[in-house]
């Protein structure tokens, strides 16, 4: 267990709007894609020095290699940068609709071709590359959950989610298993939907989690579940303050049969963990990214607080969902937020 009200973040850091610019010269042949790599190292490095000036206690890179634009965001980075790494996976996309709160808004889903086999996410470079920098017992490593892998990819071989999130568990699994061997102690998996889907479908997709889990044996494991905090502003499918997944029952009490130690999630969810908790610590999401301004500690605080059945012991202060949307110093400022309220907290 880790020490009460320990911060972390979620993945996600801010994205430089330039990304997009320079990704349109590589496009051109102005630049060449090393270029581009190049400048999502340093991003990388910048988002580190971010998350340490701000006193967050476990960090990450800031998800910046796993993009090369905002658009789509956060999927694309927690989507089609695996999906491309995953035999099975075919090059071609085709539009996803992803809420029914907006027809208009679509994801290119990968289609799957065939069985899902191993492939290297990547995850250990990125650890490698994080280590570099920053204490390696302080970085945690994200991931995308086999449920929301599976569930906006267009399934064209197994017809059974079950089949296909198993699957793709065991390739989360053996990678899991690699980072353990280079030394990793963090590992987060990020699952938005379940508040979109029946309840056999979340208890399909915890069986898959718990499963990859079983390659994170001895690790402090995460579960970040969300409803898809990323719709916030014109630049972000014209839709401001609205979740996307949140139009279905919240199954908090299967959430908990997750074999984690600590799941993280939105800051007004978190009351349906009340008598259903069990030894997991709760990361709660106080740093709201659906606002626009900096929160002052105090806020942060406050939103704690109001969960007077959640022992000091069990809780830890993270953000309501990545960062990536926000400005700078708008993302930087929720993170010291969290850390001077971490202070006050213990006193």
Known sequence: MLEKYTTSVVGSYSVPRWYEALEKQVEAGELSAADMEDAQFRAGQAAILDQQAAGVDLLNGGEMHRRTNNRHAPPNAMLNHFWNKIPGFSDETRPKPIT?????????????????????????????????????????????????????????????????????????????????????????????????????????????????????????????????????????????????????????????????????????????????????????GAADVQEQEVEEPEKIIERIETLDWLSPEQTLITSSCGLNHLPRNIAFGKLKAMADAEKMLRG
């Not at 390659?215 to 996307?244: L, T």
């Open 100 to 284: 029914p709160k907006d027809d208009n808004v679509t994801h290119p889903g990968a289609v799957l071709a065939g069985k899902v086999e191993y492939g290297d996410l990547g995850l250990v470079d990125e650890f490698r590359m994080i280590s570099r920098f920053a204490d390696p017992d302080s970085v945690k490593i994200t991931m995308t959950g086999p449920h929301m892998l599976a569930k906006v990819a267009h399934d064209e071989h197994y017809d059974d989610i079950g089949r296909f999130m198993q699957d793709l568990a065991e390739v989360i699994k053996r990678n899991f298993q690699e980072l353990r061997e280079a030394g990793c102690k963090h590992v987060q998996i990020d699952e938005p939907l379940f508040a979109a889907v029946d309840r056999e479908e979340v208890q399909s997709a915890i069986d898959a989690i718990n499963y990859a889990f079983e390659g994170a044996d001895g690790m402090y494991k995460w579960v970040h579940i969300c409803q898809g905090n990323y719709a916030v502003g014109e630049d972000y499918d014209g839709q401001i303050g609205h979740r996307y997944f949140d139009f279905e029952e919240y199954p908090a009490d299967l959430i908990t049969n997750i074999q984690c130690d600590a799941l993280m999630v939105e800051h007004d969810f978190a009351p349906a963990y009340k008598d259903v908790l069990g030894n997991q610590q709760l990361a709660v």
